[in-house]
């Protein structure tokens, strides 16, 4: 019975510490992410581009279909390019989940104003993996459907 109770007392010791590691690594993760989000909104596309490992994957609507892998000039590319078709883009976060260890779910709205004058708002779902401190994956995704 003694074994038992040591047991059990182990146990919930050791599911405390996974836990808090667990929300340690969230909250850095959310940290990087909202410094990412900053960059993005200040069009600070190499700092931003920074934050990703030197190749990352991406999957986003915006790209040809499934994955596709991208170097930081790349990136800075894609978003300066973007940039220019949109001054005044900016992301607007509504709100971050996190999931598992690596991943953080971004639920943001995407505003600007295209070429035309006309104002856009675009609702965004991103899944970012974060390893060692850098995005590895950016998964995005949004309805790319003009009409």
């Not at 960059?39 to 700092?47: G, L, R, V």
């Not at 300066?80 to 971050?96: A, C, M, R, V």
């Not at 995005?140 to 003009?146: A, I, P, Q, R, V």
Request: proline share 3%; charged share 25%; hydrophobic share 35%.
């Amino acid at each position: 019975m003694r074994t038992l109770v040591i047991i059990l007392i182990l146990s919930l010791a050791t599911s405390c510490v996974e836990k808090n590691n667990y929300s340690e690594t969230a909250d850095k993760n959310i940290k990087i992410v909202k410094q990412y989000f900053e960059y993005f909104n200040n069009h600070e596309w190499q700092k931003m581009a920074e934050m990703y490992v030197e190749t990352a994957e991406f999957k986003d609507p915006s790209l040809s279909g499934g994955i596709v892998k991208m170097t930081r000039a790349e990136t800075i590319a894609k978003y300066s390019e973007l940039n220019g078709i949109f001054p005044d883009i900016h992301d607007k976060l509504i709100q971050t989940y996190p999931s598992g260890e690596k991943n953080i779910i971004v639920e943001f709205v995407s505003s600007g104003t295209a070429p035309d004058h006309s104002k856009f708002e675009l609702p965004i779902c991103t899944i970012f993996t974060i390893e060692n401190g850098k995005i590895t994956k950016d998964f995005s995704y949004f309805d790319n459907f003009e009409e």
